[in-house]
C-alpha cells in the first residue's frame, strides 16, 4: 500500500528573485542636475584653458575668472543690485500689461466667432511686424523716458502668448465641450470647466515664449536712454571695450531668464497636475 508520503511530490525551495522598485532604481542613479552640469561646467572649463593658453586674449573675451573677479566687484560696489532691480522692474511692468492685453484679446478672439473677426485680423498683421522696428516710433509718441522701453516689452510679451492662448482655446476638443452640453453646464461652467482646462497646457508654453521675449525686448529697450538697468552698464562697457563687464551682464541676461523659465515649469506642475503627461525616457 502506497504511503500518503510516498504520494506527495518533492517540493524544491521556491527562488526567490528580488525585484528592484523604480524608487530603488532612483536612488541609484547619479541624479540628473549633475548631467545638466556636465556641458556649462565643460564650456566654462575650455573657455578658461583657452584663455590661460593666450588664444583668446582679454581684448577679444575676458576669462571666467576675470569675469568672476568683475562680478564680485560690482557687487560689492552695489551696481549689480542697482541694475538688476532696474532690468526687473522694467520687466515686471511689461510682462504685466503684456499677460493683461493678451488673455483678454485671445480669450475673446478664441471664445467668439465676432471677436476673432474684430481682433485676430489686426493681432495677425501686427505680430509680423519686428518689434524692434518700432523702437523709433516709440521714441516720438513716449520721449526717452521709461515709457517705451515698457511698451516695447509688453509688445513682446503680447503676441506670442496671444497666439498661444488663442490656438489653444480653438483646439479644445469639441467632444468634451459637446459632452459637457449634455450634461448640462451652462456656456460659463463650459468655460471654467472644459475649455481653459483644456487651453492652459497651450497657454503656459506661450508665457515661457513670452518671458523669453521680454527679456530680449529689455536688452533693445535699455539702449534707450537709460541711466540703471543691466543695459546701461552693458552699453557703458561697450565704449570702453571691458569685455568682463559685458559678459557679466550677459550672464545676468541668461540666469533672470533661467530663474523666470524655471518658475513658469513649477507652475506647469502645479496647475497641469491633473494631465499625465510624456517626460522621456
Known amino acids: 500500500m502506497t504511503t500518503s508520503t510516498e504520494l506527495a511530490p518533492s517540493r524544491d525551495p521556491i527562488a526567490v528573485t528580488t525585484v528592484q522598485t523604480r524608487t530603488a532604481k532612483r536612488e541609484t542613479r547619479v541624479p540628473r ?14 573657455w578658461q584653458a583657452l ?57 475673446l478672439s478664441g471664445l467668439f466667432r465676432r471677436g476673432e473677426d474684430i481682433i485676430d485680423a489686426p493681432m495677425q498683421m501686427l505680430r509680423t511686424v519686428p518689434v524692434i522696428g518700432l523702437i523709433p516710433l516709440l521714441i516720438i509718441w513716449f520721449g526717452i523716458s521709461e515709457q517705451p522701453k515698457i511698451v516695447l516689452i509688453a509688445l513682446a510679451v503680447t503676441f506670442p502668448l496671444y497666439m498661444n492662448i488663442y490656438g489653444g482655446i480653438r483646439n479644445v476638443d469639441a467632444a468634451l465641450v459637446e459632452a459637457a452640453k449634455t450634461l448640462g453646464l451652462g456656456w460659463f461652467a463650459q468655460i471654467r ?10 497657454a503656459l508654453v506661450g508665457l515661457r515664449f513670452s518671458l523669453g521675449s521680454a527679456w530680449l525686448a529689455l536688452v533693445f529697450g535699455e539702449t534707450i536712454n537709460a541711466t540703471a538697468g543691466i543695459g546701461y552698464e552693458m552699453n557703458t562697457a561697450r565704449e570702453f571695450f571691458q ?38 525616457a
Open 33 to 46: 542636475w549633475l548631467f545638466k552640469l556636465i556641458s556649462p561646467v565643460a564650456l566654462v572649463l575650455i
Open 51 to 107: 584663455s590661460s593658453s593666450g588664444v583668446l586674449s582679454d581684448d577679444t573675451l575676458a576669462s571666467p575668472a576675470t569675469v568672476a573677479g568683475t562680478a564680485f566687484e560690482m557687487w560689492e560696489e552695489g551696481r549689480l543690485q542697482e541694475a538688476i532691480a532696474a532690468s526687473m522692474q522694467r520687466v515686471g511692468a511689461g510682462l504685466a500689461i503684456g499677460v493683461l492685453v493678451a488673455v483678454v484679446l485671445a480669450t
Open 193 to 202: 470647466h472644459v475649455i481653459l482646462p483644456a487651453a492652459m497646457p497651450n
Open 243 to 280: 569685455t568682463d563687464v559685458i559678459v557679466v551682464c550677459l550672464v545676468l541676461y541668461a540666469l533672470l531668464g533661467l530663474v523666470a523659465d524655471f518658475i513658469v515649469r513649477l507652475l506647469e506642475r502645479t496647475v497641469l497636475a491633473w494631465r499625465p503627461a510624456f517626460r522621456g
